[in-house]
């Protein structure tokens, strides 16, 4: 289940009709997921340091903007994306997400 409602993701990739609702719902998903993959995190609701869990509940905690947009991003390389578009919007993605990401080692 996604973070991002549907809704959203439709507003942002400019589409208004329903035909593609369960196409979306699965690159969306699958975009959650590989933002989690990048960034080295279990979910997409706790956003404080990667080696402590934050105290606060996670229900209180909003998805970074940088994140939410490039998870927005890389559906919008799935969905809509010449494949030399698509890589060029992949690597916009990951820098959105670079700051969030855990165990780079040192």
């Keep these: 289940m996604s ?7 439709k ?5 208004i009709h329903s035909y593609d609702d369960d196409k979306i ?3 969306l998903d699958s975009a ?3 933002a989690l993959q ?5 979910n997409l609701t706790d956003w404080g340091d990667c080696c402590e869990p934050v105290s606060e ?3 209180e905690q909003p998805l970074p903007g940088s994140v939410r947009l490039g998870i927005y991003i ?3 390389a799935a969905y809509q994306a010449s494949p030399a578009d698509a890589e060029q919007l992949r690597d916009v993605a990951e820098v959105k997400l670079m700051p969030y990401r855990c165990n780079l080692g040192i």
Excluded: C, G, T
């Design 3 to 9: 973070v991002i409602l549907l809704a959203d993701a």
């Design 11 to 15: 507003k942002y990739l400019d589409v």
């Design 25 to 27: 719902q699965m690159l």
């Design 32 to 34: 959650e997921d590989e």
């Design 38 to 42: 990048f960034m080295d995190r279990a």
């Design 57 to 59: 509940p996670v229900s």
């Design 74 to 76: 890389m559906l919008q």
